[in-house]
């Protein structure tokens, strides 16, 4: 049981390059979220899936957006990326109201 | 607009001592509170989820909240050097599926 497993662990992206972070889950949760943490901030919403078929903005959504592929994999992509969105990217997953997260994603934009 | 706040510290304890994490949340339709570990370079992990007023222990931690007042609080007793993280406070809205996170408390429980 892996759990919420996020690739890559790392990359760097040069400014107006585009990306797609993946996420999967093995817990049959039905939602699933992408967060982002800066120093300073905590951990922000961008995007939300309360269940397969359905996703929606949250907090901090500008510069990206997601696809839920199914209900085990959920994506955001970023397509024209700026060095405002250098962060660590969590992917989490929940069964109602306990959120479980993968191990993140440092991505660097130069 | 709904906020949770946290001393961000450091709070520094020795070992053996009780270390008091606290947080404060503005909305009084929440119903769920969790506290969440996160060591350095790590993902966040649950430690306890609290959602009636009053005491919830389990081991060397005891979750507290007062709806009232608008705040939950993360007690650790008999602090060892591995309890050192940042501890986030995350607070959930009945109906919805997002929570809204405060920014973290750092302790540094000193050997």
């Known amino acids: 049981n892996a759990g919420v497993t996020q690739t890559p662990k790392f990359q760097v992206l040069k400014t107006g390059q585009s990306m797609t972070l993946q996420c999967a889950q093995d817990m049959n949760h039905n939602s699933m979220y992408w967060y982002r943490q800066d120093p300073g901030m905590g951990l922000r919403l961008i995007y939300y899936s309360a269940s397969e078929g359905t996703t929606d903005k949250g907090e901090v959504p500008n510069g990206y957006n997601v696809s839920r592929l199914n209900k085990r994999e959920f994506s955001l992509r970023l397509e024209s990326a700026a060095p405002s969105q250098t962060s660590v990217y969590f992917c989490?997953?929940?069964?109602?109201?306990?959120?479980?997260f993968g191990p993140g994603t440092r991505l660097l934009v130069l | 607009q709904k906020e949770v706040e946290q001393n961000s510290g450091p709070l520094s304890v020795p070992e053996g001592a009780i270390a008091s994490l606290n947080c404060t949340y503005s909305d009084r339709g929440s119903q769920s509170f969790f506290w969440y570990r996160q060591y350095s370079g790590k993902s966040p992990e649950l430690i306890m989820s609290i959602y009636s007023n009053g005491d919830k222990e389990d081991g060397r931690f005891t979750a507290q909240l007062n709806k009232a007042s608008q705040y939950v609080s993360l007690l650790i007793r008999d602090s060892q050097p591995s309890d050192s993280a940042t501890y986030l406070c995350?607070?959930?809205?009945?109906?919805?599926?997002?929570?809204?996170f405060g920014t973290g408390t750092r302790l540094k429980v000193l050997a």
């Open positions: 995350a607070v959930g809205y009945s109906g919805t599926y997002k929570y809204i």
């Open positions: 989490a997953s929940s069964d109602k109201e306990t959120q479980y």
